[in-house]
């Protein structure tokens, strides 16, 4: 079984990697962490697309972010568009975690972050209710430089297929911690990032696809799919030769011959009797 430091020095080349792969992962500034906060929860089992397009429409519909504050999960889920990843769940989030803030602030700036420590950033969002670990974990990270790994189910699903987290046993909350003593500070968002790069390009919800994937020749779940062996058809018992089916003609012919056969059996008899009485 892999020990702690076996799983931080796999998952730092899993990083040098896919860094290989999908280059610099620069940290973007954070002006608007209302905004940040929709994309974090939005980006959940999304791509990146889907997720600038879901804000455009939201932008659209809404008059501002107070609007979707007050805005019926309904009315959110249908802007965000059937076919977006957890829509309902999303919907109903969104404006939960927006009406709790502003009921404690009343402010849709959140300018008060810029007062809150790192540690008190992140129990701030762990606090409200409905909002998940990741969400927290993201803020506190970008908004503050907080040292947090946030774990969604796209990072949980790649790094389980890589059998660096085990997502059926562990809490997000349990995975983010051992992800945060495994990677350092400063390599934190970038590894984060990159990861969920591959969840949207690779290491997709359902069935990955392997064949592409830049850490195919090393994944767990790839090398056990390669080992599984074919199922052997079980051999078929030789089948029996049997005689060709007759046909009528055949029939009468052998039938033909059979009376013929004893015609001449009996003339033969016939004559020999005849032979004897003369004598």
């Known amino acids: 079984m892999p020990t702690f430091t076996d799983k931080a020095k796999r998952l730092d080349q899993i990083r040098l990697v896919l860094k290989g792969r999908y280059g610099e992962q620069p940290k973007p500034i954070i002006t608007h962490p209302v905004e940040h906060a929709l994309r974090t929860i939005l980006g959940e089992e999304a791509t990146c697309k889907q997720v600038e ?38 919907a109903r989030v969104i404006p939960r975690l927006l009406d709790q803030v502003f009921k404690r602030h009343n402010s849709m700036v959140w300018d008060f972050l810029e007062g809150m420590g790192k540690i008190a950033t992140r129990a701030y969002f762990e606090g409200l209710e409905e909002v998940r670990p990741f969400v927290a974990a993201a803020m506190a990270r970008d908004c503050v430089g907080a040292h947090a790994f946030p774990v969604d189910r796209d990072v949980a699903r790649v790094l389980g297929r890589l059998d660096i987290l085990d997502p059926e046993n562990q809490s997000e909350s349990r995975m983010q911690a051992f992800l945060e003593q495994a990677v350092k500070n400063a390599r934190v968002y970038e ?20 064949g592409r994937c830049p850490l195919n020749n090393t994944c767990p779940s790839t090398v056990i799919a390669a080992k599984k062996v074919k199922r052997k058809e079980p051999k078929r018992a030789p089948e029996k030769k049997t005689r060709k089916s007759e046909t009528a003609s055949n029939r009468r012919r052998k039938v033909a011959r059979k009376r013929t056969a004893s015609r001449r059996k009996a003339r033969g008899k016939k004559a020999k009797r005849t032979a004897g009485k003369k004598e």
Request: aromatic share 6%; proline share 5%; net charge neutral.
């Open 53 to 90: 397009e879901a804000l455009e429409r939201m932008r659209a519909h809404f008059v501002d972010w107070n609007d979707l504050r007050v805005s019926r999960p309904r009315e959110i889920r249908e802007t965000l568009g059937a076919d977006f990843p957890s829509a309902a769940d999303k």
């Open 191 to 210: 590894t984060h990032q990159l990861v969920k790069r591959l969840g949207e390009d690779r290491c997709i919800v359902g069935t990955p696809l392997c």
